[in-house]
């Protein structure tokens, strides 16, 4: 029993100097491109817009107009939100959760759900994604793919950004672990069922 505490105190210690640092520069990597990932949502918005407006007055007056590039771009931007965007959300805990129990949990108790899902689940399935996605989007690069439809785009760099949204999500989950195991070797149980998590001066002023 006190190799076993002894080996947790070692584990927490080295996950605080070493892995937090880490952490945050991921965090902060998935945190800036959420927000380019914003501009986006719009920049689609106004894409698909402009070209249902282009459709309606290409049937009025009789134009002919080949849509296929804005309606890829609009189906592309689409693809970089959800690809780009899973470990933006992994980050800020945003994805839909569907146990009822999870919030009634104490702090330390949903650091260790989430702990085991991300090390069993999460980053397990980010991997073997990542070793599925290869040889496809490995074959779309080297023959450069187009899309088959007239005046389309290339295929292969939104297939490229399948292996970047894997590779983000397994940094992500790396962090998220780091965090779940501060929280696992810290005394602070705040957040216990029933109980608000104060917020700190230097929180509140940010």
Do not use: C
Not at 39 to 50: C, D, E, N, S, T
Not at 139 to 150: A, C, G, L, N, Q
Not at 178 to 196: F, H, M, N, T, W
């Amino acid at each position: 029993m006190r190799f076993l505490k002894q080996l947790a105190a070692r584990i927490y210690r080295v996950n605080h100097d070493i892995g937090k640092p880490m952490a945050a520069l991921v965090d902060g990597l998935n945190d800036k491109i959420g927000a380019g990932i914003r501009w986006l949502a719009l920049l689609m918005v106004l894409v698909g817009a402009g070209t249902a407006l282009l459709r309606y007055f290409a049937r009025g007056f009789e134009w002919s107009l080949n849509l296929t590039p804005p309606t890829e771009v609009q189906w592309y931007l689409f693809s970089l939100i959800f690809l780009l965007g899973a470990a933006y959300g992994l980050n800020q805990n945003v994805h839909v959760r569907v146990d009822v129990l999870y919030e009634r949990l104490s702090k330390k108790k949903r650091a260790v759900i989430d702990l085991v899902g991300t090390i069993i689940f999460l980053i397990p399935f980010s991997i073997v994604m990542l070793y599925v996605s290869w040889p496809a989007v490995f074959s779309s690069f080297s023959i450069r793919e187009v899309s088959p439809d007239p005046g389309g785009l290339p295929r292969w760099p939104i297939k490229i950004v399948i292996l970047l949204s894997f590779v983000l999500l397994v940094l992500q989950g790396l962090s998220q672990v780091v965090k779940q195991i501060d929280i696992l070797g810290s005394k602070d149980e705040r957040s216990a069922p029933g109980e608000s998590t104060p917020t700190s001066a230097p929180e509140a002023s940010a």
